[in-house]
């Protein structure tokens, strides 16, 4: 709880919230404190593992990746933002392997996979690095502060997995 100040900051831009679908924008206050409190039933129920992402040096954290687990179907589906400050520095591809590798490794999966809106070619750059293969785009697949967009899909098979060194 005690990142939920850092969590609202961070989500709140609008740079930050414009890259996910998931993000609404303006965050309002309380959200990032009822975000936090779920996440440890969530957990326990098999259902997700939310992390923090942390800078490297000071260990204040700079953003968060998600593994959502469908079990029946041995399904993973990985998400993640990072404040704008730290764009570019390799920290979301650091982190997305290791959970990668948990979801292969510890969690037993057969599947991860991972959206992003068309036009973030960063956050496919990033999918590309740990190891995924695209495999389309939805047209108009979700509605983004009013309007539709498109999303590009990405997975990686267990059997297509090799460990990042």
């Not at 490794?105 to 995924?132: C, F, P, Q, W, Y």
Request: aromatic residues 8%; negative net charge; charged residues 20%.
């Amino acid at each position: 709880m005690s990142d939920a100040a850092a969590v609202h900051a961070y989500v709140s831009e609008w740079e930050v919230a414009s890259t996910t679908a998931a993000i609404p924008h303006p965050y309002e206050p309380g959200m990032a404190e009822a975000w936090i409190a779920e996440q440890p039933a969530i957990a326990a129920a098999g259902r997700a593992i939310s992390l923090a992402i942390t800078e490297r040096h000071s260990g204040d954290l700079i953003g968060s990746i998600a593994l959502r687990i469908t079990a029946a179907h041995a399904r993973g589906e990985l998400g993640y933002w990072i404040d704008r400050p730290h764009w570019g520095y390799g920290y979301v591809t650091e982190a997305a392997a290791a959970v990668i590798r948990h979801g292969f490794m510890t969690l037993d999966l057969n599947r991860i996979e991972a959206h992003h809106l068309s036009g973030n070619d960063a956050s496919g750059r990033v999918l590309l690095k740990v190891g995924m293969k695209h495999e389309g785009s939805m047209r108009e697949h979700v509605r983004k502060w009013g309007k539709f967009q498109d999303v590009e899909g990405y997975s990686i098979l267990r059997r297509e997995y090799r460990p990042q060194q």
